[in-house]
């Protein structure tokens, strides 16, 4: 347990369909992060938000849109979604200003998108 | 943020030390060595880090040659829940990215 909590675990998803993925912290962190995970291939790191204020998007496709509406909570809205953005994606925090900026990572949701 | 360099796949005794070998040859003066897991399925796990001197903590110690463009990850006493992807990465302090590479898949036998 990392304090880092996503939700759902698994989903399965239609092309047409809209969904979200859900990521909540309890370590008080000021900082979160989503990195998509493909198979075969390393963690990429899609967008990064500071203070609630997003600081990088690693040029991401719009179907994927974040939102953070406060300094806990992180979600990631699916619309229109292609077969090959089935991956795992992770979320995670750090504290950074003061803190060590080590990233604690959530145990992630398993997307399918058939 | 430099370039690590780490083997694919590494084997080990249950109850002997794992040392898990990477190079950042192009590593700078203000960028620290990180070392994350990544146990099948799961999130990537924070072990260590360090900059110039050998660290230890709970899990693991942390060797940092002394030109700085290698290190090591030794865990002492390898249990087979110890099984799982190794993660090295530099990265200057301060800085958010963490630029993964495929790391070391680590298997621990019986």
């Known amino acids: 347990e990392t304090g880092v909590t996503q939700t759902p675990r698994h989903l399965v998803m239609g092309m047409t369909n809209k969904k979200s993925l859900k990521c909540e912290q309890h370590l008080g962190h000021n900082a979160m992060y989503w990195y998509k995970q493909s198979a075969k291939k390393p963690l990429e790191l899609m967008f990064v938000?500071?203070?609630?204020?997003?600081?990088e998007n690693n040029s991401v496709p719009s179907r994927f849109s974040p939102e953070c509406p406060n300094s806990s909570h992180l979600f990631l809205h699916l619309h229109t979604l292609q077969p090959e953005d089935s991956a795992l994606y992770l979320c995670?925090?750090?504290?950074?200003?003061?803190?060590?900026?080590?990233?604690?990572f959530g145990p992630g949701t398993r997307l399918t998108v058939l | 943020d430099a370039k690590t360099t780490q083997p694919p796949s590494m084997d080990c005794a249950e109850g002997r030390a794992a040392n898990l070998p990477c190079n950042h040859s192009?590593?700078?003066?203000?960028?620290?060595v990180y070392w994350y897991r990544q146990i099948h399925s799961q999130g990537p796990q924070y072990i260590i880090h360090g900059l110039k001197n050998n660290e230890t903590n709970e899990m693991a110690s942390l060797i940092i040659t002394e030109d700085r463009k290698s290190s090591t990850l030794i865990l002492p006493h390898a249990t087979l829940r110890d099984t799982a992807v190794y993660y090295c990465?530099?990265?200057?302090?301060?800085?958010?990215?963490?630029?993964f590479g495929q790391g070391t898949r680590l298997t621990i036998n019986p």
């Open positions: 938000y500071n203070f609630k204020e997003q600081t």
């Open positions: 990465i530099v990265r200057s302090q301060g800085a958010q990215k963490l630029v």
């Open positions: 192009t590593i700078s003066g203000n960028e620290y």
């Open positions: 995670a925090s750090s504290q950074v200003e003061g803190g060590s900026n080590e990233q604690f």
